[in-house]
């Protein structure tokens, strides 16, 4: 018998996943900022941890991982059409994350938002690059994971 994954169990995982990302580049950019003290290192550590547990038990458990990894011809008719949508879903929502993110960028160096230093413009741009790195690559299984009524092993 298929093992199922009911909707509310991968959309919780989706939340945490992506909220423990959230913070992990939040701990990031406060050790950067200020000085990385211990409770900054563990609470990147745990929400590093954390993230990837409900990665790997949303996403890879569930299969979703892969099928948005694999060849157009190794998918039936309605799986292509479920995968198109969420690509075309995940690229609109990273548009305007990104557009969001340069305008803040933006602001920041113009109106001295957020005083940064040399290292803290390297940092903000390294946490903002690797951030949109993971919505491209994360975006479109997360899809598949929030709007899927069933999915089975």
């Known amino acids: 018998m298929p093992e199922k994954f009911s909707i509310r169990s991968r959309r919780c995982g989706v939340i945490i996943m992506f909220s423990c ?6 701990f990031f ?6 000085n ?3 409770y900054l290192i563990l609470g990147a550590v745990v929400s590093g941890i954390i993230g990837w547990f409900s990665f790997q038990l949303t996403l890879k458990t569930t ?3 892969k099928m948005c990894r694999r060849k157009a011809q190794n998918l039936d008719e309605r799986e292509k ?3 198109l949508n969420s690509y075309r879903l995940s690229y609109l929502i990273f548009g305007v994350v990104s557009v969001f993110m340069v305008f803040l960028i933006v602001l920041s160096v113009r109106y001295n938002l957020i005083i940064l230093t040399h290292r803290g413009h390297f940092s903000f741009g390294l946490a903002i690059v690797l951030f949109l790195d993971f ?9 598949l994971a929030w709007t899927e009524p069933v999915v089975e092993k």
């Open 21 to 26: 990302v959230i913070m992990l580049f939040f």
């Open 29 to 34: 950019l406060l050790g950067e900022y200020g």
């Open 36 to 38: 990385w003290k211990d």
């Open 63 to 65: 299969g979703l991982w």
């Open 81 to 83: 059409t479920v995968v």
């Open 135 to 143: 919505l491209v690559s994360m975006l479109p299984p997360s899809i």
